[in-house]
């Protein structure tokens, strides 16, 4: 067992190494990434369950490095959180986001992930208002997703910011629910339009009565809240159609579209 584990340790250190490399330079790039305008959102279109019809636009960051190809925001988001760099790249998205969706021909809202990182900066707001302002988007169209990990910090001030926000007229979604620290306390106190279920709960829908049941009481709660629920990671039929039984009111996932570049938007077809 000792051989084994000490060829086990061999085997990983290269690897581990080169992780380790792979993060500092990712690190380096990402400064002069956002300056060389390598980053791109893609936009996966949420549907609502009763008519089908898109109702709104995830944006998504994806970067493209011009040694590694393209960059998933798992490989990077966290590096840029840790440097902080997730400031400046996080208010780029949202502008960006901000004027693709203002020259939409439709009415369709555009969400816009917020890093908790961003949350406790004193620029959140601020930028909020400047992309709004300089895009002409209307408020309403656009929505902010933010994480249970935000409301772990400071409540008085996470409140004070979730209101200000609301202020201008935007929508506040909290994402990944039921992943992290839930606590159904969050969704009394904090004033969200939209809670976001997790595709964990989504997965085994078809197949598992347990799952159905969790999501039976996250979309009542949310219900008796007056806060909508979007499934996440909704990748067959047989889910969508157990989604709409259990009375959720919006669905997104790989069974509409997978996240797209914003020129090809218009592929994705709306039932009329
Ligand atoms: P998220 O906000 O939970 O985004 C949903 C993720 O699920 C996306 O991964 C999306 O491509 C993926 N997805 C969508 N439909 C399906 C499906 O049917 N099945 C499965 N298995 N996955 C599906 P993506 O684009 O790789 O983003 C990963 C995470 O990176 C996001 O999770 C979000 O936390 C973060 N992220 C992405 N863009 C931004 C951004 O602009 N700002 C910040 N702060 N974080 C971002
Ligand atoms: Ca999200
Ligand atoms: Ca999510
Ligand atoms: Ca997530």
Redesign the pocket.
């Known amino acids: 067992a000792k051989a084994a584990g000490r060829g086990a340790f061999r085997f990983f250190e290269p690897e581990m190494n080169s992780h380790a490399q792979l993060r500092r330079s990712l690190q380096l790039d990402l400064r002069r990434a956002i300056e060389a305008g390598e980053f791109e959102l893609f936009y996966?279109p949420q549907v609502r369950l009763r008519d089908r019809r898109i109702t709104g636009f995830?944006?998504?960051?994806r970067w493209h490095h011009p040694e590694r190809g393209l960059v998933?925001?798992?490989r990077f988001?966290p590096l840029a959180e840790e440097t902080g760099l997730?400031v400046p790249l996080?208010e780029w998205?949202l502008r960006h986001a901000c004027a693709v969706a203002a020259g939409w021909p439709g009415r369709e809202k555009v969400a816009?992930?917020?890093?908790p990182v961003?949350f406790a900066s004193a620029r959140l707001v601020p930028a909020v208002e400047a992309a709004l302002r300089d895009s002409g988007l209307e408020p309403a169209r656009l929505e902010l997703?933010i994480t249970e990990t935000v409301m772990l910090r400071d409540t008085d001030a996470t409140l004070a910011t979730l209101h200000r926000l609301k202020r201008l007229g935007v929508s506040i979604a909290l994402?990944?629910f039921g992943t992290g620290y839930s606590s159904l306390g969050y969704l009394q106190r904090f004033p969200f339009d939209k809670v976001k279920i997790d595709?964990s709960f989504v997965k085994n829908l078809a197949e598992t009565r347990t799952s159905g049941a969790i999501v039976r009481a996250i979309v009542s709660l949310c219900a008796a809240l007056e806060m909508s629920t979007t499934a996440?990671?909704?990748?067959t039929e047989a889910q969508f159609l157990a989604l709409a039984a259990l009375g959720c009111t919006e669905a997104?996932?790989?069974?509409f579209s997978r996240?797209r570049p914003a020129a090809e938007l218009a592929l994705i077809s709306q039932p009329s």
């Open positions: 996966q995830e944006s998504l960051l998933m925001p798992e988001v997730i996080g998205a816009v992930n917020l890093s961003q997703e994402d990944d595709k996440e990671g909704v990748e997104q996932g790989y069974l996240p």
